[in-house]
């Protein structure tokens, strides 16, 4: 079953005078309960193609299918309502927020769906306790190390259990012990849970990880291994 | 969400301490300063603050303010008195004449008068004995010129304040100080001077009297005794906020208060520009938080609430706080010459400029949250 399916995407973006084509037409699935890794260098649209994929970037051109949604013709409100209940995004540098304690970090997208504080924070803690850092859930990010904020932030993706993660560049901070703490981690609860995971990387470290590779270059998507 | 919002607001400790102080100026600023100039009017009518008891007053048609009246005939009294459902009407005096001490002070009183009969118009409290009003010449002066305007300078500099018995004289007439009273001070730093309608008819040699104050029966309808009042062209009778308004606007007609209301707009201005600049800058601190809200599902108006309620909580600890130390400094002036009014309306006017400023900053950062998205978490590292 595909999970997520891109028609002919294009993106351009404007440089100055000039415009600049991040994406000339990306045709792509990516298959349910699967990890997919996508590869490129730097400036080759992964970060734009990711973007896309969350809902937040909207594309030029071309058709983007999400578990059936034909997300293009959502309007603002209802792609806010289909990334809250649909999407866990890990973003690079994690945008976990300062003023705010770890447990209320990773609540945040269960409270902004309207659930109750309790409610929320008991599947908090849950979700905490398996990540193992519970113990600092009353503490600001700034006090916990790399590894925990980004575990912080993998719980702040998984708490409304949604079918699909997108992560962007998750170990590229990290070193070779932790990324593949933090891989196994997600292989663990997103995998195993029967949820599709796209993760957009150069990191060849974790590439053992995946089940699809799709290589991305210059805004055209290269091959896809298997 | 809302207390995530509150905990955005308090978290930077620096931006939040320094949004509470520009909202606490601006309202400090603006209550103060309203304070101040309504002090400013009420002194223009301070007669109607003396003579409290009355809710008529009947002048001359022509007279404006205490720098612009026409002295009536007292026959009007009797005019007054004989229209139905009043209770009692008094004359009543104010006048500046020229007062002189035994010591050689000279200065320009402001005179006012009590009713023989009812002693309304006597201060409510003061030293020295109603009894002694009743001696030929006698009066009453205010503390304030008693022990600096029109006090004694000994050999060595020493101020002697006049006391109870001492000699005075006005309009060219000997008097005496019968008793010493607090009194509000007008406009300018003169005497004022409380006497008896007889003898102030000594002092100034003429029967005329410049207001009329009167009372109505308790089921009396004043908008009905007033018609009657004005039957007669040659006066003009108003209800007690009438009469203070009148006088009130003859003396905006100076342009003074028109620059103090130019300062209350400036204060206004000013707190504005301090606390929705703090305001703004703090929301644009926060920018990639909203951002991060929007990519996690929230929507605008959930972003709307969250703003607006950061901006109330700033908004209500400001004006607590600003009006605080606006009613500090009225108890701090209280016993000294400077003017300061805080009724209940200004609370009113403070908090509803608070509310203006509070929306008019919610709605500036709301603006700059709205336009921003959530691919900015994509592309700031």
Known sequence: MIAIQCKEIKKSFCAGESKVEALKGIDLQIFEKKLTLLVGPSGSGKTTLLSIIETILTPDEGDLFILGHHVNKMNELEKARFRNQNLGIVFQTLHLIPTLTVLENVTLPLIIKGEEKSSAEKKGISLLKQLHISKKMNFPHTELSRGEQQRAAIARALINDPPIILCDEPTSALDQENGITFMTLLHELALSKGRTVFVITHDHRIFSFADHIIHINDGLIEKKNV | ?381
């Open chain 2, 1 to 381: 969400m809302i207390m995530n919002s509150f905990k955005m607001l308090i978290g930077n400790r620096a931006a939040f301490i320094g949004l509470i102080f520009g909202f606490f100026l601006a309202i400090l600023l603006i209550s103060q300063q309203s304070a101040i100039y309504l002090g400013l009017i009420s002194r223009s009518y301070r007669i109607s603050t003396i003579f409290s008891s009355p809710d008529i007053w009947v002048i001359d048609p022509t007279t404006q303010g205490e720098d612009l009246i026409r002295s009536m005939p007292k026959d009007y009294l009797q005019y007054v008195k004989s229209i139905p459902n009043i209770q009692w009407a008094v004359p009543v005096n104010y006048l500046l004449l020229p007062l002189k001490t035994t010591s050689g002070n000279y200065q320009i009183a402001e005179v006012y008068g009590i009713d023989d009969d009812t002693l309304i118009g006597l201060p409510q409290s003061f030293e020295g004995n109603v009894e002694g009003l009743y001696r030929k010449g006698a009066v009453i002066i205010d503390s304030n010129s008693a022990k600096n305007l029109l006090a004694k300078t000994s050999s060595d500099g020493k101020k002697i304040p006049l006391r109870i018995g001492d000699e005075i004289e006005i309009n060219g007439i000997r008097g005496n100080i019968a008793g010493i009273a607090k009194s509000t001070p007008g406009f300018y730093p003169q005497p004022i001077i409380f006497a008896l309608h007889s003898q102030i008819q000594l002092f100034s040699g003429s029967s005329r009297i410049q207001y009329i104050a009167a009372k109505a029966q308790k089921n009396g309808d004043i908008e009905q005794i007033l018609k009657q009042i004005n039957s007669n062209p040659k006066v003009l009778g108003l209800t007690k906020n009438q009469f203070e308004s009148r006088i009130a606007n003859h003396f905006l007609k100076t342009g003074i208060l028109i620059n103090y209301g130019i300062s209350v707009l400036l204060g206004m201005i000013i707190g504005f520009s301090i606390a929705g600049q703090i305001f703004y800058m703090m929301t644009v601190q926060n920018i990639s938080y909203y951002a991060l809200i929007k990519s996690l599902g929230g929507n605008e108006k959930m972003i709307f609430k969250m703003i607006l309620f950061q901006a109330v909580v700033v908004g209500i600890i400001g004006y607590i706080l600003g009006t605080a130390a606006t009613l500090l400094w009225g108890y701090a002036i209280k016993n000294t010459t400077l003017t300061f009014a805080f009724p209940g309306k200004l609370l009113l006017f403070t908090g509803s400029v608070a509310a203006i400023i509070c929306t008019l900053m919610a709605f500036l950062s709301i603006k700059k949250v709205f336009k921003v998205d959530p691919y900015i978490l994509m592309t700031s590292i």
